[in-house]
Protein backbone atom coordinates (compact mmCIF):
# COMPACT_ATOMS: atom_id res chain seq x y z
CA UNK A 1 0.00 0.00 0.00
CA UNK A 2 3.11 2.45 -0.74
CA UNK A 3 0.98 4.99 -2.88
CA UNK A 4 -1.58 5.60 0.08
CA UNK A 5 -1.41 9.12 1.93
CA UNK A 6 -0.87 9.67 4.89
CA UNK A 7 -2.90 11.96 7.32
CA UNK A 8 -0.08 14.26 7.67
CA UNK A 9 0.20 14.46 3.71
CA UNK A 10 -3.07 15.06 3.15
CA UNK A 11 -2.93 17.98 5.88
CA UNK A 12 -0.33 19.31 3.72
CA UNK A 13 -2.37 19.07 0.70
CA UNK A 14 -4.85 20.80 2.03
CA UNK A 15 -2.78 23.41 3.87
CA UNK A 16 -1.10 24.29 0.44
CA UNK A 17 -4.67 24.35 -1.47
CA UNK A 18 -5.84 26.87 1.10
CA UNK A 19 -2.85 28.84 0.35
CA UNK A 20 -3.00 28.60 -2.73
CA UNK A 21 -6.77 29.83 -2.26
CA UNK A 22 -5.52 32.76 -0.46
CA UNK A 23 -3.29 33.78 -2.42
CA UNK A 24 -5.13 33.99 -6.01
CA UNK A 25 -8.38 34.86 -3.75
CA UNK A 26 -10.05 33.20 -7.29
CA UNK A 27 -13.62 35.09 -6.94
CA UNK A 28 -12.28 38.31 -5.89
CA UNK A 29 -14.08 37.88 -2.65
CA UNK A 30 -10.84 40.28 -1.07
CA UNK A 31 -12.36 43.43 0.72
CA UNK A 32 -9.63 45.35 -1.52
CA UNK A 33 -10.10 43.82 -4.75
CA UNK A 34 -10.16 46.17 -7.42
CA UNK A 35 -7.93 49.03 -5.38
CA UNK A 36 -4.37 48.25 -6.76
CA UNK A 37 -2.91 51.35 -4.57
CA UNK A 38 -4.58 50.10 -1.44
CA UNK A 39 -2.12 50.68 1.27
CA UNK A 40 -2.22 49.71 5.32
CA UNK A 41 -1.13 52.75 7.14
CA UNK A 42 -0.21 52.50 10.76
CA UNK A 43 -1.91 53.98 13.63
CA UNK A 44 -0.95 56.08 16.40
CA UNK A 45 -3.15 54.18 18.77
CA UNK A 46 -2.70 54.84 22.41
CA UNK A 47 -1.81 51.79 24.54
CA UNK A 48 -4.57 49.82 25.78
CA UNK A 49 -4.45 50.31 28.73
CA UNK A 50 -4.78 54.18 28.37
CA UNK A 51 -8.22 53.24 26.83
CA UNK A 52 -10.89 54.11 28.83
CA UNK A 53 -12.65 51.16 30.45
CA UNK A 54 -16.09 52.53 31.75
CA UNK A 55 -19.40 50.76 30.64
CA UNK A 56 -22.82 51.53 30.72
CA UNK A 57 -23.57 47.92 32.82
CA UNK A 58 -27.26 49.43 32.31
CA UNK A 59 -27.84 49.30 28.39
CA UNK A 60 -29.68 52.48 28.82
CA UNK A 61 -30.44 53.29 25.05
CA UNK A 62 -32.22 50.07 24.99
CA UNK A 63 -34.58 52.69 26.37
CA UNK A 64 -34.69 54.46 23.17
CA UNK A 65 -37.78 55.02 21.34
CA UNK A 66 -37.67 54.39 17.25
CA UNK A 67 -39.17 56.66 15.50
CA UNK A 68 -39.79 57.44 11.80
CA UNK A 69 -39.00 53.44 11.02
CA UNK A 70 -38.21 53.27 7.19
CA UNK A 71 -39.84 56.56 6.84
CA UNK A 72 -35.57 57.99 6.36
CA UNK A 73 -33.14 55.88 4.95
CA UNK A 74 -29.66 56.57 6.84
CA UNK A 75 -30.09 59.84 8.58
CA UNK A 76 -27.01 60.30 9.39
CA UNK A 77 -27.08 64.08 10.97
CA UNK A 78 -30.14 65.69 12.76
CA UNK A 79 -30.66 69.19 12.86
CA UNK A 80 -33.37 71.70 14.23
CA UNK A 81 -33.59 75.07 12.47
CA UNK A 82 -33.29 78.39 14.64
CA UNK A 83 -36.90 78.67 14.96
CA UNK A 84 -36.86 75.23 16.80
CA UNK A 85 -38.69 73.27 13.63
CA UNK A 86 -37.93 69.78 12.64
CA UNK A 87 -35.63 67.64 13.05
CA UNK A 88 -33.89 67.99 9.46
CA UNK A 89 -31.78 65.08 8.24
CA UNK A 90 -29.86 64.19 5.16
CA UNK A 91 -30.63 60.90 4.00
CA UNK A 92 -29.02 58.73 1.73
CA UNK A 93 -31.00 59.29 -1.82
CA UNK A 94 -29.54 62.47 -1.73
CA UNK A 95 -32.13 64.58 -0.41
CA UNK A 96 -32.86 66.68 3.07
CA UNK A 97 -36.01 65.96 4.30
CA UNK A 98 -37.92 68.31 7.56
CA UNK A 99 -40.04 66.81 10.11
CA UNK A 100 -43.24 69.07 9.64
CA UNK A 101 -45.08 67.96 12.59
CA UNK A 102 -46.80 65.16 10.75
CA UNK A 103 -45.04 63.98 7.94
CA UNK A 104 -41.73 63.75 6.06
CA UNK A 105 -41.64 66.52 3.34
CA UNK A 106 -38.47 67.33 1.08
CA UNK A 107 -36.51 70.54 2.18
CA UNK A 108 -33.28 70.66 -0.32
CA UNK A 109 -30.85 68.33 -2.47
CA UNK A 110 -27.36 68.77 -3.02
CA UNK A 111 -27.26 67.22 -7.18
CA UNK A 112 -28.99 69.09 -9.73
CA UNK A 113 -28.70 65.76 -12.05
CA UNK A 114 -31.35 63.65 -10.24
CA UNK A 115 -33.14 61.07 -11.81
CA UNK A 116 -34.58 57.36 -11.24
CA UNK A 117 -31.53 56.28 -9.89
CA UNK A 118 -32.10 58.25 -6.87
CA UNK A 119 -35.59 56.69 -5.99
CA UNK A 120 -36.35 54.87 -3.08
CA UNK A 121 -34.43 51.29 -2.42
CA UNK A 122 -34.48 48.96 0.55
CA UNK A 123 -31.33 50.02 2.97
CA UNK A 124 -29.29 52.85 3.27
CA UNK A 125 -25.79 51.23 1.67
CA UNK A 126 -28.46 50.11 -1.42
CA UNK A 127 -27.62 53.78 -2.49
CA UNK A 128 -23.80 53.38 -2.45
CA UNK A 129 -23.48 52.83 -6.39
CA UNK A 130 -25.15 55.96 -7.10
CA UNK A 131 -24.26 58.51 -4.45
CA UNK A 132 -21.26 60.29 -6.40
CA UNK A 133 -24.89 61.39 -8.82
CA UNK A 134 -27.48 61.77 -6.26
CA UNK A 135 -25.28 63.42 -3.79
CA UNK A 136 -24.89 62.19 -0.42
CA UNK A 137 -25.52 65.09 2.53
CA UNK A 138 -23.78 63.76 5.66
CA UNK A 139 -23.63 66.97 8.46
CA UNK A 140 -25.97 69.48 8.60
CA UNK A 141 -25.25 72.91 10.45
CA UNK A 142 -28.08 76.33 10.60
CA UNK A 143 -26.85 79.56 10.59
CA UNK A 144 -28.92 81.04 14.08
CA UNK A 145 -28.42 84.78 12.81
CA UNK A 146 -29.35 84.04 8.84
CA UNK A 147 -31.37 80.25 8.72
CA UNK A 148 -29.34 79.25 6.07
CA UNK A 149 -28.30 75.82 6.34
CA UNK A 150 -24.85 74.49 5.38
CA UNK A 151 -24.31 70.93 4.53
CA UNK A 152 -21.17 68.82 4.14
CA UNK A 153 -22.00 66.51 1.08
CA UNK A 154 -19.76 63.79 0.61
CA UNK A 155 -19.49 64.32 -3.50
CA UNK A 156 -19.90 67.96 -3.81
CA UNK A 157 -18.42 69.18 -1.11
CA UNK A 158 -19.35 72.62 1.20
CA UNK A 159 -23.40 74.02 0.32
CA UNK A 160 -25.33 76.36 1.82
CA UNK A 161 -29.11 76.52 0.96
CA UNK A 162 -31.52 79.14 2.24
CA UNK A 163 -34.55 78.68 4.35
CA UNK A 164 -36.95 77.95 1.93
CA UNK A 165 -34.76 75.11 0.72
CA UNK A 166 -34.58 73.96 -2.49
CA UNK A 167 -31.10 73.13 -4.84
CA UNK A 168 -28.14 73.80 -2.71
CA UNK A 169 -25.81 76.10 -3.85
CA UNK A 170 -21.62 75.39 -4.10
CA UNK A 171 -19.41 77.24 -1.51
CA UNK A 172 -16.29 75.34 -2.23
CA UNK A 173 -14.84 71.99 -3.35
CA UNK A 174 -11.45 72.45 -2.79
CA UNK A 175 -8.68 73.85 -1.16
CA UNK A 176 -4.90 74.30 -1.96
CA UNK A 177 -5.98 73.10 -5.13
CA UNK A 178 -6.58 69.45 -3.65
CA UNK A 179 -10.43 68.45 -4.58
CA UNK A 180 -12.22 67.35 -1.62
CA UNK A 181 -12.52 63.31 -1.66
CA UNK A 182 -14.89 62.91 1.18
CA UNK A 183 -16.99 66.16 2.88
CA UNK A 184 -18.20 64.85 6.16
CA UNK A 185 -19.44 67.35 9.15
CA UNK A 186 -18.68 71.12 10.10
CA UNK A 187 -19.79 73.59 12.22
CA UNK A 188 -20.14 77.16 12.02
CA UNK A 189 -18.60 80.31 14.25
CA UNK A 190 -20.30 83.59 14.94
CA UNK A 191 -18.32 85.46 12.14
CA UNK A 192 -19.75 83.16 10.33
CA UNK A 193 -17.00 80.67 9.61
CA UNK A 194 -17.15 77.30 8.43
CA UNK A 195 -15.26 74.62 9.36
CA UNK A 196 -15.27 71.24 8.15
CA UNK A 197 -13.49 67.78 7.50
CA UNK A 198 -12.37 66.45 4.41
CA UNK A 199 -12.19 62.75 5.41
CA UNK A 200 -9.80 61.52 2.78
CA UNK A 201 -8.59 62.78 -1.08
CA UNK A 202 -7.94 58.78 -1.65
CA UNK A 203 -11.38 57.21 -0.75
CA UNK A 204 -14.62 58.58 -1.97
CA UNK A 205 -17.69 57.82 0.66
CA UNK A 206 -18.90 54.90 -1.23
CA UNK A 207 -15.52 53.45 -0.29
CA UNK A 208 -15.59 53.54 2.83
CA UNK A 209 -14.72 50.53 4.28
CA UNK A 210 -11.50 50.60 2.37
CA UNK A 211 -10.87 54.05 3.84
CA UNK A 212 -11.59 52.17 7.43
CA UNK A 213 -9.26 49.39 6.85
CA UNK A 214 -6.01 51.27 5.45
CA UNK A 215 -6.46 54.51 7.52
CA UNK A 216 -4.51 56.69 5.44
CA UNK A 217 -4.06 59.90 6.15
CA UNK A 218 -4.84 62.74 3.35
CA UNK A 219 -7.76 64.16 5.62
CA UNK A 220 -7.78 67.22 6.31
CA UNK A 221 -9.76 69.86 8.82
CA UNK A 222 -10.42 73.25 7.01
CA UNK A 223 -11.82 76.19 7.20
CA UNK A 224 -14.21 78.63 4.68
CA UNK A 225 -14.06 82.29 4.97
CA UNK A 226 -17.67 83.57 3.59
CA UNK A 227 -16.07 87.18 2.97
CA UNK A 228 -12.79 86.47 1.05
CA UNK A 229 -14.52 82.71 -0.23
CA UNK A 230 -10.92 81.40 0.24
CA UNK A 231 -10.72 77.89 1.91
CA UNK A 232 -7.49 77.06 4.19
CA UNK A 233 -6.36 73.90 5.87
CA UNK A 234 -6.20 74.18 9.38
CA UNK A 235 -4.66 70.13 10.00
CA UNK A 236 -3.57 68.22 7.90
CA UNK A 237 -2.68 64.45 7.81
CA UNK A 238 -5.34 63.02 9.86
CA UNK A 239 -6.56 59.38 9.61
CA UNK A 240 -10.17 60.18 9.08
CA UNK A 241 -11.27 63.08 10.20
CA UNK A 242 -14.81 63.34 10.97
CA UNK A 243 -17.16 64.71 12.97
CA UNK A 244 -16.59 69.12 13.79
CA UNK A 245 -17.90 70.90 16.95
CA UNK A 246 -16.93 74.79 18.20
CA UNK A 247 -16.38 74.90 21.90
CA UNK A 248 -19.33 77.07 23.66
CA UNK A 249 -16.66 79.81 23.89
CA UNK A 250 -15.55 79.68 20.60
CA UNK A 251 -11.75 79.49 21.74
CA UNK A 252 -11.26 76.05 20.30
CA UNK A 253 -12.62 72.98 18.07
CA UNK A 254 -12.82 69.52 18.61
CA UNK A 255 -12.57 66.91 15.66
CA UNK A 256 -13.03 63.46 15.72
CA UNK A 257 -10.15 61.19 14.02
CA UNK A 258 -11.98 58.42 13.24
CA UNK A 259 -8.90 55.60 12.52
CA UNK A 260 -6.74 56.41 15.70
CA UNK A 261 -10.07 56.60 18.08
CA UNK A 262 -10.04 60.15 19.60
CA UNK A 263 -10.45 63.70 19.87
CA UNK A 264 -8.38 66.48 18.64
CA UNK A 265 -8.84 70.00 20.05
CA UNK A 266 -7.27 72.97 17.33
CA UNK A 267 -7.27 76.15 19.54
CA UNK A 268 -8.73 79.33 17.53
CA UNK A 269 -7.87 82.04 20.07
CA UNK A 270 -5.38 82.47 22.44
CA UNK A 271 -1.93 81.72 23.27
CA UNK A 272 -2.05 78.19 21.44
CA UNK A 273 -3.90 79.51 18.10
CA UNK A 274 -3.45 77.86 15.81
CA UNK A 275 -2.28 74.77 17.10
CA UNK A 276 -3.21 71.18 17.90
CA UNK A 277 -3.84 68.45 20.49
CA UNK A 278 -5.17 65.07 21.99
CA UNK A 279 -7.93 66.41 23.58
CA UNK A 280 -9.33 62.50 24.73
CA UNK A 281 -8.32 58.99 24.28
CA UNK A 282 -11.88 57.15 23.12
CA UNK A 283 -13.32 54.00 23.96
CA UNK A 284 -13.89 53.28 20.67
CA UNK A 285 -14.05 55.11 17.18
CA UNK A 286 -15.87 57.80 16.72
CA UNK A 287 -18.39 59.31 13.80
CA UNK A 288 -19.71 62.98 14.83
CA UNK A 289 -19.92 65.56 18.01
CA UNK A 290 -22.14 67.85 19.14
CA UNK A 291 -22.21 70.01 21.83
CA UNK A 292 -24.89 71.01 24.33
CA UNK A 293 -26.24 73.80 25.98
CA UNK A 294 -23.80 72.74 28.75
CA UNK A 295 -20.70 73.29 26.21
CA UNK A 296 -20.42 69.20 27.30
CA UNK A 297 -19.32 66.86 23.79
CA UNK A 298 -21.77 64.67 22.82
CA UNK A 299 -19.67 61.83 20.31
CA UNK A 300 -21.25 58.99 18.87
CA UNK A 301 -18.94 56.20 18.45
CA UNK A 302 -19.50 53.82 15.10
CA UNK A 303 -18.51 50.76 17.97
CA UNK A 304 -15.66 50.15 20.46
CA UNK A 305 -12.07 49.30 20.24
CA UNK A 306 -11.53 45.46 20.68
CA UNK A 307 -8.03 43.48 20.85
CA UNK A 308 -8.77 42.35 17.18
CA UNK A 309 -9.19 46.02 15.60
CA UNK A 310 -6.47 47.49 18.54
CA UNK A 311 -3.77 44.84 17.06
CA UNK A 312 -4.18 45.41 13.36
CA UNK A 313 -3.77 49.12 14.01
CA UNK A 314 -0.49 48.81 14.87
CA UNK A 315 0.88 46.56 12.67
CA UNK A 316 -0.08 47.85 8.98
CA UNK A 317 1.80 44.74 6.94
CA UNK A 318 -0.12 42.21 9.06
CA UNK A 319 -3.37 43.93 8.51
CA UNK A 320 -2.55 43.51 4.93
CA UNK A 321 -2.12 40.22 5.19
CA UNK A 322 -5.51 39.85 6.66
CA UNK A 323 -7.51 42.34 4.20
CA UNK A 324 -5.71 40.27 0.91
CA UNK A 325 -7.46 37.05 2.16
CA UNK A 326 -10.47 35.89 0.64
CA UNK A 327 -12.89 37.27 3.06
CA UNK A 328 -15.89 39.35 1.81
CA UNK A 329 -16.08 42.98 3.13
CA UNK A 330 -19.11 42.37 5.09
CA UNK A 331 -17.16 39.63 7.33
CA UNK A 332 -14.36 41.73 7.42
CA UNK A 333 -16.43 44.56 8.80
CA UNK A 334 -18.06 42.64 11.18
CA UNK A 335 -15.06 41.08 13.14
CA UNK A 336 -13.41 44.46 13.21
CA UNK A 337 -16.08 45.87 15.59
CA UNK A 338 -15.99 43.02 17.09
CA UNK A 339 -18.62 40.41 15.51
CA UNK A 340 -22.38 42.75 15.60
CA UNK A 341 -23.34 46.12 15.32
CA UNK A 342 -23.71 47.55 18.47
CA UNK A 343 -24.23 51.31 20.28
CA UNK A 344 -22.28 53.47 21.72
CA UNK A 345 -22.08 57.35 22.84
CA UNK A 346 -20.13 58.83 24.98
CA UNK A 347 -20.08 62.88 27.17
CA UNK A 348 -17.02 65.27 27.46
CA UNK A 349 -16.34 67.97 29.62
CA UNK A 350 -15.13 71.02 28.06
CA UNK A 351 -11.67 70.11 29.55
CA UNK A 352 -11.60 66.64 28.50
CA UNK A 353 -13.41 64.14 30.93
CA UNK A 354 -15.37 61.31 30.52
CA UNK A 355 -18.77 62.16 31.89
CA UNK A 356 -21.31 59.39 30.78
CA UNK A 357 -21.57 56.34 28.30
CA UNK A 358 -24.50 55.38 26.96
CA UNK A 359 -25.06 51.61 25.60
CA UNK A 360 -27.03 48.88 23.60
CA UNK A 361 -23.94 46.77 23.66
CA UNK A 362 -25.95 43.33 22.02
CA UNK A 363 -27.59 46.42 18.81
CA UNK A 364 -31.38 44.98 20.21
CA UNK A 365 -32.66 48.33 19.88
CA UNK A 366 -29.81 51.41 18.46
CA UNK A 367 -27.45 49.20 16.34
CA UNK A 368 -25.10 52.24 15.45
CA UNK A 369 -24.87 55.94 15.73
CA UNK A 370 -23.71 58.96 13.77
CA UNK A 371 -24.62 61.76 15.24
CA UNK A 372 -26.40 62.89 18.99
CA UNK A 373 -28.16 65.84 19.06
CA UNK A 374 -29.24 67.22 22.58
CA UNK A 375 -32.23 68.64 22.79
CA UNK A 376 -34.81 69.69 25.56
CA UNK A 377 -33.96 66.77 27.72
CA UNK A 378 -33.91 64.42 24.98
CA UNK A 379 -30.97 62.87 23.09
CA UNK A 380 -31.81 62.38 18.76
CA UNK A 381 -30.19 60.33 17.92
CA UNK A 382 -28.87 59.56 13.79
CA UNK A 383 -27.22 56.62 11.94
CA UNK A 384 -25.97 56.44 8.63
CA UNK A 385 -26.43 52.34 8.50
CA UNK A 386 -29.98 52.43 9.88
CA UNK A 387 -33.76 53.28 8.51
CA UNK A 388 -34.68 55.09 11.87
CA UNK A 389 -34.19 58.15 14.21
CA UNK A 390 -33.58 57.06 17.83
CA UNK A 391 -34.89 59.19 20.76
CA UNK A 392 -33.39 58.48 24.30
CA UNK A 393 -35.31 60.66 27.17
CA UNK A 394 -31.80 61.48 29.73
CA UNK A 395 -34.33 61.85 32.62
CA UNK A 396 -34.31 57.73 32.32
CA UNK A 397 -30.61 57.43 33.13
Known sequence: MGGAITPTSLLTIIFLMLALYCGLDPFNQSVIYGFPRFKSFKIDAPDWSAIPSAKDVENLLQKSEIKFLNQVQGPESVAFDPLGRGPYSGVADGRIVFWNGHSWTDFAYTSSNRSELCSTKPSPLSYLKNEHICGRPLGLRFDKKTGDLYIADAYFGLMRVGPEGGLATLLT???????????????????????????????????????????????????????????????????????????????????????????????????????????????????????????????????????????????????????????????QYLIHIGGRQHAIVVKYSPDGELLQVLEDRQGKVVRAVSEVEERDGKLWIGSVLMPFIAVYDLNSS
Open 173 to 331: NEAEGIPLGFTNDLDIDDEGNIYFTDSSTEYQRRNFLQLVFSAEDSGRLLKYDPVTKETTVLVKKIQFPNGVSLSKDGTFLIYCEASVGRLGRYWLKGKKAGTSEVFAILPGYPDNVRINENGEFWVALHCRRNIYSHTLSKYPKLRDFVLKLPIPAIY
